[in-house]
T-cell receptor, first 115, second 110 residues
């Protein structure tokens, strides 16, 4: 149980375009989903916290107009990177937290490359 | 952002050796998790500790949460090559947000 999927797993886009990444909890309802980015050989940096049906809470330094997050249902959250630039290239990982207790379950990540 | 410092940052040991990874912060956390991550994949939850002073064992891995709930340690006994990976601690605040430690990259040499 507690499986989280992400789509796509890899995406290459041109500078200036927008990319949408989906995060789904497959076998549980996720009241809260988190979005992280990770640079090579570094730890995960929390970008934002999203609760179903409400606006996401962004961490300091994360541009909310650039990284649009929508948590439309208890099983789906999306992250849209708008007007992508090469410096946005990174590994984006989502996680989901259910109502039953502590901890969070991670998706497999999405490798974004902006050319 | 609440900073969690892990030490050591990199660790390379021989198969069969023991090791300890530390996760320290000046903040108090409602719970703390340990994860293991392999390249190109998401982190996999190993354990969650909630109570100050709590000790949990998972086969050859022993996890301890500090009495003040500000720090934690992970001890691996008789390390195996399959233990190789990036170990991450993550602390949860009262707002249920998780902040990750700086990470410890472990390599176990056969």
């Amino acid at each position: 149980g507690a499986v989280v999927s992400q789509h796509p797993s890899r995406v290459i886009c041109k500078s200036g375009t927008s990319v949408k990444i989906e995060c789904r909890s497959l076998d549980f309802q996720a009241t809260t989903m988190f979005w992280y980015r990770q640079f090579p050989k570094q730890s995960l940096m929390l970008m934002a916290t999203s609760n179903e049906g409400s606006k996401a809470t962004y961490e300091q330094g994360v541009e909310k107009d650039k990284f649009l997050i929508n948590h439309a249902s208890l099983t789906l959250s999306t992250l849209t990177v708008t007007s992508a630039h090469p410096e946005d290239s990174s590994f984006y990982i989502c996680s989901a937290r259910g109502v039953w207790g502590h901890g969070q379950y991670f998706g497999p990540g999405t490798r974004l490359t902006v050319t | 952002t609440q900073l969690l410092e892990q030490s050591p940052q990199f660790l390379s040991i021989q198969e069969g050796e023991n090791l300890t990874v530390y996760c320290n912060s000046s903040s108090v956390f409602s719970s703390l998790q340990w994860y293991r991550q392999e390249p190109g994949e998401g982190p996999v939850l190993l354990v969650t500790v909630v109570t100050g002073g709590e000790v949990k064992k998972l086969k050859r891995l022993t996890f301890q949460f500090g009495d003040a709930r500000k720090d934690s340690s992970l001890h691996i006994t008789a390390a195996q090559p399959g233990d190789t990976g990036l170990y991450l601690c993550a602390g949860a605040n009262t707002g249920n947000q998780f902040y990750f430690g700086t990470g410890t990259s472990l390599t176990v040499i056969p």
